[in-house]
Each structure stands twice: as C-alpha cells, then as structure tokens.
C-alpha cells in the first residue's frame, strides 16, 4: 500500500477569484488580519505496491498533465508508503 | 460536394446541435463526431462544441484532451485542418495546447450569459475571413470560466503576430487579459473563442446572424486550400 499526496494551488501571479471570495467571508464572519486566501485542490491516490521507478515517473507526468495545468497551476507531490 | 464538418459531441456537450446547424445553414454538410471514437470520418474541418465537458471535472476541458477523438484532432490540426473551439471548445484547446495559455473563473465569479459586443482583430484565419479586420459584431456570451490568462510574453507575442482574433467591447465580462475573446495559432487554422457564434445564426432565435462568416470563413478557406 501507498498513497500519492498531489497539491495544485494556482501559481502566485494567477488571480484567484475564489480565494478572494472566501477572504471576504471570513473578513464578515469576524476573522481580523486577513490579507489574502489562495484556494487549492488537493488529491489523494491510494495504491496498490510500491511507487518508484516508472511507477513514480507516470505518476509525476499525470501530475503535471493531467492533475495540473502548468499554464496557471504549480504542484507538489509527496509519496507516502505504508500510511497508518 | 459539400464540405464536411464535424461537430465533436463529448458527454456534457451542450452546443453540439447548434453548432451543427451553423455549418449547414452555412452551406457545409454536418459531421457528428463521437469523443470516443477516433475517427474523424473524412471530416475537411472540426469544431469542439460548447456545454460542460465531462461536468467540467478537474477543470474545464481537462479530461476532454485526453478523450479518444482528440488525439485525431490534435494530430490533424496539426497538420493544418480547420478546428473552432468555442467556450468549452475553445477550453479544451489550451487543455491540448493546440493554443496557448488558459480560461480560468470570471472575475466576478458570476456566470456570464448575455449579448456581447466584439471587434473582429484577425480577418486572415480559417474561420473569420469573411469579416473584415476592425469589423464590430453581437453574439451571445455564456460562460462562468471564460477568464483567458497567459503570461506576459504570450500575451505580447499573440499581439505581435496578430493572433488576437476577437476582443471584447463595451465591457470585459470575464476578466480576460486585454479585452481577449479569442486567440490562433500561428498558422491560422485553429481558432480558440469564448462567445458563440452557433447561437447568432438566425434571426428567430439569435441577437444577429453575426454569427455565420465564422463558418461560411471555413467553407471558403477549404475551397481556396
């Protein structure tokens, strides 16, 4: 067993609409210092076996490719096996 | 003979029978086409219908691209064929980089759906020779992720190489950088646009029939090919 951690967050230059949103609820729901809010997605892919090799290099190509539009989007990827 | 132009209908497809009656009332013959399948029948050009491709999932157009029917689409457009992406078409463009950058939440988060002003920038692509450049037209906008964004040097470049093909007029509805509503590629043939011409066909139904030139452009860039 393992599990593929993938976080996308829009790179920092792309406006984010929904992010400035949400600031503005928390701002009227009473959260004081709010200077900005990014909203991400996050995935997790659970496995069968060991991610290495190949395996790991398909898995970080379906990041950038599919799971990720680089044009707008950054990612980061963290391999966990064996999670609890 | 007429010419053959295929409408590519994927699951969430919404404006692929409107599209399909632009070609013909334009005088082309109709090709449905199958995201599934990837053969492209014998089509002379195709266009990526507008709707929610796969519930827009993951984001829009993202898994469209790698739908069975593009790769054909890809290879071909390539190649030189004609290929409209309107709205989620022309998402499922920048999704397959046939064009550059991206369509991204309007900046209101609001879902846009009104008639919009447009100036035609680029008369020489496959699909807007039948305007002249500088030409102003109406047709609807429906889109809640329209927002075109590229960076700066994309940007620059497209207006360099007169790749801009339509801006938007009177007010930029999505967010777009610089007034954008629809970019090509360098040679022309693709065509990327957010608002939709497929809906500005007849006077019955349609704020215009501004509509029309984007596919009486194709018929004719064909029979000059």
Same mark, same amino acid.
């Given at each position: 067993m393992a599990r593929v951690v993938v976080d996308v967050m829009l790179k920092p230059e792309i406006l984010d609409p929904q992010g400035r949103a949400v600031a503005g609820s928390l701002r009227r729901l009473g959260l004081t210092g709010v200077t900005d809010v990014r909203q991400g997605k996050q995935f997790i892919i659970d496995l069968d076996g060991v991610v290495e090799g190949a395996r790991l290099e398909l898995i970080e190509t379906l990041a950038a490719?599919?799971?990720?539009?680089p044009v707008i989007e950054d990612y980061k990827l963290q391999v966990i096996e064996d999670p609890a | 003979m007429s010419l053959r132009v295929g409408v590519v209908t994927f699951p969430g497809s919404l404006d692929d029978r409107d599209a399909a009656r632009a070609v013909r009332i334009a005088g082309g013959e109709a090709v449905s086409l199958w995201h599934?399948?990837?053969?492209?029948?014998?089509?002379d050009a195709v266009v990526l219908p507008g709707g929610f491709s796969y519930g827009d999932y993951l984001r829009c157009g993202a898994i469209a691209r790698f739908a069975p029917v593009m790769n054909s689409v890809v290879e071909r457009a390539n190649a030189g064929m004609p290929v409209l992406g309107i709205c989620n078409g022309f998402q499922i463009l920048c999704e397959s980089h046939l064009l550059p950058g991206a369509l991204t939440r309007n900046d209101s988060l609001h879902f846009m759906c009104r008639d919009q002003r447009l100036r035609?920038?680029?008369? @020489?692509s496959s699909w807007t020779s039948d305007f002249m450049a500088g030409q102003e037209i109406v047709i609807p906008l429906k889109n809640g992720e329209g927002g075109y964004v590229a960076d700066e040097r994309t940007l620059d470049a497209l207006e360099a190489e007169g790749r801009v093909v339509a801006r938007y007029l009177d007010?930029?509805?999505?967010?777009?950088r610089r007034d954008i509503a629809g970019i090509c590629n360098e040679r022309g043939n693709v065509v990327g646009l957010m608002p939709h011409p497929e809906h500005a066909v007849e006077s019955l139904t349609g704020? @215009?029939?501004?509509?029309?030139p984007f596919f009486t452009s194709v018929l004719k860039s064909l029979v000059n090919a």
């Open positions: 490719e599919l799971l990720s539009n | 599934g399948d990837d053969d492209l029948k014998k089509v035609i920038e680029n008369s @020489t007010m930029n509805p999505n967010g777009s704020p @215009t029939t501004d509509g029309i």
